[in-house]
Structure formats: C-alpha cells, structure tokens
C-alpha cells in the first residue's frame, strides 16, 4: 500500500510538472507577445508624431502671425478669433485648405447674420441663444452647407450672443479675424513652410504598404505550415485597413494641394502624379489581398492540395509591395517591383499547373489580380498589365505538359458543400 500511494503520489507530481511547464511556455508566449505589442505600438505612435511635426510647426506659425497681423496691422486689440481661424483651417481639413477657408468665412457670416438679427428682435439670454444656435445650424443645413459651415455658423452665432452685452461692435472684427487667419494659414503653406510633398507621402504610404506586405508574408508562412489559425490573424488584421488608407490618401491630397500652392514644390508636380495615380490600385489590391487570404483559410479548412510554389508566389507579392515602396521614396522607376510582381504570377502557375482544390483555384487568381493591380500601381497601363500577367502565367515549362501559352493543367476539384 505504502509503495502504491508513494507511486500515485510521484506519477501526480510529474503531471503538476508537465502542466507547470505548458503553463511557464504559454506565460511566456503571452508575456512576449505583449512585449511586441508594446514595442509596436510605441513605434506606431513615434510615426505619427513625425507625420504631424510638419503640421505642428505651419499650425503654431500661422497662429502667430495672424495675431500679429490681426493685432498690429488692423488694430483689433483682442484678435482672438484670427489664430482660431488659421489653425483651423490648417488643422481640420489637410488637402482642402482653399475650401476651409471659404467655408471659414462663409460660416461666421451665417453665425453673424442670425445672432445679430435675433438679438436684436429678441435681446440676449439662455433661451435666446439656444433659439439662435438652432436657428444658424437649421439655416445652414438648408442651405446645402458642409459640416464645416455648419460648425463655424454656430460657433459664431454663441460668441455673438455670449460676447456681445460685454463687447462692442463685435461682429465686424469677427469676420475680417476670419479671412486674416485663413489667409495667414494659406500663405504658410505656399510660401512660408512649405511641406516637402513627397516625403509626406512616403510616410504616410509606408504604415498601407508595410500592412499589406506583412499580412502577405504570414498567409504565405500559413499556408506552408498549414496553420488555418495564422491565416486567419493576416485575414483579420488586413481588413483593418482604414486608418492605414485614410492617411495615405489624405496625404495625397494635402500634397497635391502643397505643390499646386507653393511654387518651391512645383518641380514635384510629376512624381506627386504617380503617387496620387497609385493610391486607386493600391486600395483594389489590399481589398483583393483579403480575399485572397480569406480563401487560403478555406483552403486549410477544406484540406485542399497547397503546392510547393503557391506560398512562394505569396511571398514574391509581399516582396513586390516593399520594392514598390523603396523604388516610390528613392524616386526611380519601380522595375524591381514590377519582375516581383511577375514573378508571383509565375509561381502561381506553376502551383495551378501542380494540381489545386477550388479554393486553390481562387488564390492562384487572386494572385494574378493582385500583381495586376500592384503593376498599374508602378505606372503600367491596365491593359499592358494584364498582358504581362497572362503571359507570365501561361508561359511556362513544367514537368509533363507542353510549352506554350495555353498549357496542359490539371482542372480543379468540384467545390466542396458548405
């Protein structure tokens, strides 16, 4: 009995031991995990602040200046609304500055008109400045205007109501404190501090383009480990994407604004097309990425055939993003990109050519859309696009079946249920 018990009592410390193990292992998966999330999202954050230095700096100039001009050259000796009005035209509306201040003065002249009007039918107090804050969003909506005019119209219809028993002859300084800011804003930006165009594009593309990359690579590394679970992560995380686009296309806008206002930036006017030309295929080949991912986890789920070349032709793609990148920063004609791109439509035949499931059918296609777009995005015509993929894909020598641009291949498997 006594070895019995000694027996029961070393085969339960050896599974405590074996599960402290698997808990020390998963501990420190998680604990390195958090690590890198940490890691990632303090870098996230240091590029932002580098994506707004340049912000930062023409917003704080056009303050000054504007209350220097609105204070010294005009006279007002309150001239708060003049740097209110050039940091919010910079700040709120970066590649639409001309339509922010537009809409600036446009608000404040609504606000000004219906603060006025009823103040003087109605006199001033809380009821009165709730009846003339609706009454200027209510006019402003009806007149067709943007969020913006709406914004400005009501904000300026309280400070009349608000500031006018204390402060005389309020309303004029008001109005011209609007066009000196938003002017102010505008001639910073053209003249004064201009932004380098092409350098906040590169910024702004890299966090899109390193996404999409990397979620290519993990598909890829997924698929040759058969890891549905990984697969699914890329999935997830590339359909994350809207920051990631709405900051590169805000950048193309504030940078074709720069180089059409400042005329230190005009020499940047043809690099700035190709990069405003490649936002479009861009976006259409993050949206075919996801669903190339997508199927690749159908894929798995179904146990389908995953030829040795169709991870490879995943990894050339991600490859063919980064190139893209490098040669867009560098300034060069991005050849490398375009042979990657090429050259994972030709593993993608050759996976097809190997033998796929239905799923397989739809990454190998879903590969040649994704090279297709990433080509029209390095400045290749749609049509000439999709001739080099046809021809990349269909020109191949593989074991067992005849050379020519129609080869022998073996059909995909009728779909599975589900």
């Known amino acids: ?11 339960r410390d050896r599974a405590n031991d074996g599960r402290s193990d698997v808990d020390t292992a998963r501990i420190a998966g998680t604990m390195a995990q958090l ?11 240091l590029h932002r602040v580098r994506l707004s230095l340049g912000l930062a700096a023409q917003a704080g100039l056009a303050a000054g200046l504007s209350w220097v001009a609105a204070h010294e050259l005009l006279g007002n000796p309150q001239p708060v609304f003049a740097p209110i009005s050039a940091v919010g ?15 600036l003065i446009l608000g404040v002249g609504v606000g000004v008109f219906v603060g006025d009007l009823l103040i003087y039918f109605l006199g001033t107090g809380p009821w009165q400045l709730g009846l003339v804050v609706t009454s200027a969003i209510v006019l402003t909506v009806f007149a067709g205007g943007s969020v913006a005019i709406v914004i400005q119209a009501a904000a300026t219809a309280v400070l009349i109501v608000t500031l006018s028993p204390s402060v005389e002859d309020l309303e004029l300084p008001r109005f011209i404190d609007a066009i000196v800011g938003g002017s102010i804003a505008l001639l910073v930006t053209a ?12 910024r702004a593309a890299r966090p899109a383009l390193d996404l999409l990359a990397e979620q290519l690579d993990v598909a890829a590394e997924g698929l040759r480990e058969r890891d549905r679970e990984k697969i699914q992560n890329a999935l997830d995380r590339l ?8 900051t590169f296309t805000e950048a193309i806008e504030g940078a074709k604004e720069t180089a059409l206002l400042s005329p230190a930036r005009w020499h940047r006017r043809s690099e700035l097309t190709h990069y405003a030309e490649a936002a479009d295929p861009i976006d259409r080949a993050m949206r075919n990425s996801g ?7 159908t ?12 991870p490879d032709a995943l990894r050339h793609l991600a490859e063919s993003v980064r190139l893209l990148q490098k040669e867009f920063a560098q300034g060069e004609e991005p050849e490398q990109a375009r042979e990657r791109s090429l050259r994972a439509v030709s593993e993608a035949g050759r996976a097809y050519g190997d033998g796929v499931g239905f799923s397989g059918s739809v990454v190998v296609a879903q590969v040649r859309t994704t090279a297709s777009d990433l080509l029209v995005a390095s400045g290749i015509s749609q049509e000439e696009a999709n001739r080099l993929v046809r021809r990349s894909f269909g020109e191949l020598d593989r074991p067992g079946a005849p050379a020519g641009p129609e080869p022998a291949v073996r059909r995909p498997t009728a779909p599975p249920v589900g």
């Open 1 to 11: 009995m006594a070895r019995s018990g000694l027996s029961r009592l070393l085969r």
């Open 35 to 45: 690590h890198h999330r940490g890691k990632a999202t303090l870098r996230d954050r």
């Open 89 to 103: 035209t910079l700040a709120v509306s970066v590649g639409q500055r001309f339509r922010r201040t537009v809409e």
């Open 191 to 202: 003249i004064l501090l201009p932004l380098n165009p092409l350098r906040v594009l590169n």
């Open 239 to 246: 359909r994350d994407n809207k920051e990631e686009l709405a």
């Open 291 to 297: 669903t190339l991912i997508r199927r690749a986890v």
């Open 299 to 310: 894929l798995v789920e179904d146990d389908e055939p995953v030829p040795e070349p169709m």
